[in-house]
């Protein structure tokens, strides 16, 4: 809603003077005096050729009041949607919601907070500022505002939702203190109790950006196709793009697929559906929104999304008995539902489908390279899973046929021969039931059931070590499970058959549970509380509020009586549990920010509560209009008044007149946007021919932009791209040129332009952007080729790496690197003079005249500086915390490069000095 605003209101009571101002325009004089006379017949009969009025008309006077009135409000100082800003008295408070919502505009929030500190500066009011999901233990401190602004850059949003209790620390606020209250626009328990508290302490201003807030869902497979559901908090209509990313085979991050994500209008969720081949499928580890930023943009995967690719190695002679008989039947029912199945009679052709698990029913005939192939393939990584049957048993401690059982690799403990013997070969009279399973077991927290029972089974040769393989046994302590690694691999062994001949096992649910734990197979739902207990999840990876997956080594294990809650969406994720992924015995679980249950109702205020949506209009002061209005009026009162007059036509040819009589002066065609560029600092990029490269370009122009802004007292204007063949290159301080391998050569014209530009103070930063290739080919690339062409033409003086006390490593901040997307690139400046040096009790050489107008790096700083309309990063730089601190490092080294071209070299100045020396710690 617009509102209007006076900066000198007492002036309005002027207009209190209006209708008496009318009353004296409009009074009767009084009546003449009448007196004869006689030469007044003289008169009788003459022509007035210019009559007067007797008194002025009704309409004139309004004409005048209204001009009156006009003038009167234009200098009170009218303003059109004035800024509410805070009294500025007594202690502020910041509160911040800071939970994944809030990343979305993370730079916003973070703009608002520095423009209460900085009136908070002004005024000397004392600041506390509090995160509520990271809580203050105690009470809360108010301190001067400089302290905050300093931990500023370290404030960040969190991954889960605020409590919804009563913070402690309310108590401790005193009486009088105003609040600023950053909202991420969700509602929730205990927010208005929250704001009720606050506002009884003193006044409370909300500020809730419009930018509606996206949730993602954990994916869901069919069978066939990936579902990723999505739902907001408005109901306009909206086009995403979902990105599904992972990594290549050569183990490099990237975009492995993409679908639509289209809101209807109305409509406050919608669906991405991937239909995707198994080998891409099992590579994805989150999905995405492309362009967002925050943990609701982003779902983590873990194994119930991957099918596991795994290999039945069929008999090789004779034909099959009855189905039932078969030794693989059961484990095709038991994996066919969750796990992509690949048979074969040839081992070389199950190896070259890269399965996950390779499974041998009993013993099959192999030869002694087919042997050595398989031990490979367990010791790179693969799971083989036995099965033992008549074979094994009948070949006891040789079960694979080559060499001693303590060498063997295809087995995880030796064998004995035969088993035990009770009435008949491998068989006894009543069946044995299954112990509880250890809890260091894999299996630990499966319920046993009662009707399992194990007729018969191949002993183990009994060691020292056998307890430590067993991972299953029977109620008599008999091994019914072993496992041992075997490289990087793992072999796992059922002392009983594949099927129902030696127990009942394979037709009972326990045999599909077993087989999930050893992650043979997995399983779309979420794993139930009763199979979460007794098991323990080391986190892994923990997702933090940008989305971002950092790692977490030092975390202890969480309990599965701790996760299951979270996993079935009974209670949120948060500090003790943070969104993340988490790793079992043989199976990853994905703690995501937000599922189907997550709350996403827009948050709602009390009547009366102060409420910035951060998109109100700007402020437009309105006298101006004003005064251009009173003087129309005025122009037309004194039209009228000469019609009136009967003077109108005599002023109209008079004007007409001088007008023709004045030479009309052709209109000269001005390009607006050097207009706008002389107004104010524009950074511009240089085009490169291709459309990526120059939107990237514009956009990381535009977070320098930014940069500056918030860090300096520079307040550039939208970034700009300029054509070095068309466009006045003068009014440009700085131009970034990204080169490519096909940007166009400059004209000896256009030659001619730049190498007057860069006389005249200008600088040019050339950026080939393939430090990342550099590094991999060891020498020249095709950009730094291209480059050498552009520069043939081009005066530019001799150069050197960027040394380490030029005046660029200290124009605002104190820099030792100067990467960009990427790092490791050599920075190249003007070489300094060869009589350059250090003066006695400077730090620095004496470059006074060395303001290079030419930088040439690879280093990619347009990605690592490029933002969105709203102030979020576009490109990813390195990983985690430590890319974000790349990205920072990026900007600091852009700040640098403006100031040192717009404020040349002072900072090599004598008076500089000691902040310099305080600063190094010298």
Known sequence: MNMLGFTTPVLLWALLALPILWWLLRAVPPAPVRRRFPGIA??????????????????????????????????????????????????????????????????????????????????????????????????????????????????????????????????????????????????????????????????????????????????????????????????????????????????????????????????????????????????????????????????????????????????????????????????????????????????????????????????????????????????AGGLLLRFAGPRMAGAGASASGFGAPQDDPLLPVPLRAGGRTVGGAMSWGDPRSLAPFPEESPFAGLPVPEDVGIRAQVLAQPGPDLASHTIAALADGTPLVTRAARGSGQVVLFHVTANAEWSNLPISGLFVSMLERLAISTRGAVPEAGELEGTHWQPEEELDGFGLLQSTANRPAVPGEDLAPVLAGERAPGPDLPPGLYAGTALRLAVNATDAQTPLTPAQWPLGTNVETGVERPEVPLGGYLFAAAAAVLMLDALATLALGGRLLRAAMLLLALGLSVPRAEAQPVDTRILEATESVVLAAVTSGNPQVDDVALAGLRGLSLALYQRSSVEPALPMAVNVETDELSIFPFLYWPVTADSPLPSAEANDRLNRYLRSGGMILFDTRDADQARLTGGMTSAGRRLQQIAAGLDIPPLEPLPEDHVLTRTFYLLADYPGRWQGGTVWVEAAPPDAQRAEGMPFRNLNDGVTPVVIGSNDWASAWAVDEQGTPLLQVGRGSTGERQREMALRFGVNLIMHVLSGNYKSDQVHVPALLERLGQ
């Open 42 to 379: 003289l008169l009788l009969g003459l022509r007035d050729r210019d009559p007067e009025s007797q008194r002025t008309p009704w309409w004139l006077l309004l004409l005048r009041v209204a001009a009156l009135a006009a003038l009167i409000l234009a200098l009170a100082g009218p303003v059109l949607n004035p800024s509410r800003a805070l009294p500025g008295q007594g202690n502020l408070l910041i509160v911040l919601d800071a939970s994944w919502a809030s990343a979305r505009d993370w730079p916003r929030r973070l703009e608002r907070v520095s423009q209460a500190l900085d009136g908070a500066q002004r005024a000397g009011r004392p600041v506390a500022v509090v995160a509520l999901t990271d809580p203050p233990q105690g009470a809360i401190e108010f301190r001067a505002a400089e302290h905050w602004r300093e931990r500023l850059t370290g404030l960040t949003p969190r991954p889960w939702s605020p409590d919804t209790a009563m913070p402690d620390w309310v108590g401790t606020v005193p009486d009088g203190t105003e609040t600023l209250w950053l909202s991420d626009g969700l509602a929730r328990d205990g927010r208005n109790a929250l704001l009720s508290a606050l506002s009884d302490l003193g006044p409370v201003q909300i500020y809730q950006p419009e930018t509606p807030v996206i949730a993602l869902a954990p994916p869901s497979f069919d069978g066939q196709d990936v579902t990723v559901a999505a739902r907001r908090t408005q109901d306009p209509p909206l086009a995403l793009t979902l990105l599904a990313i992972g990594r290549d085979p050569a183990g490099a991050e990237r975009d492995l697929a993409r679908a639509d994500l289209i809101f209807d209008p109305g409509a406050q969720s919608a669906e991405a559906l991937f239909d995707l081949p198994p080998e891409l499928r099992n590579r994805i580890t989150r999905f995405q929104i492309e362009g967002a930023r925050g943990a609701g943009a982003v779902t983590l995967t873990d194994d119930s999304l991957r099918r596991r690719k795994v290999a039945l190695l069929t008999v090789r002679e004779g034909n099959e008995s009855l189905a039932l008989l078969s030794p693989l039947h059961y484990l095709r029912q038991a994996l066919e539902p969750s796990a992509d199945l690949v048979e074969s009679s040839s081992l070389d052709d199950l190896l070259l489908t890269g399965p996950d698990v390779i499974v041998l029913a009993d013993m099959p005939a192999m030869t002694e390279a087919e042997t050595q192939e398989l031990t490979d393939w367990v010791e």
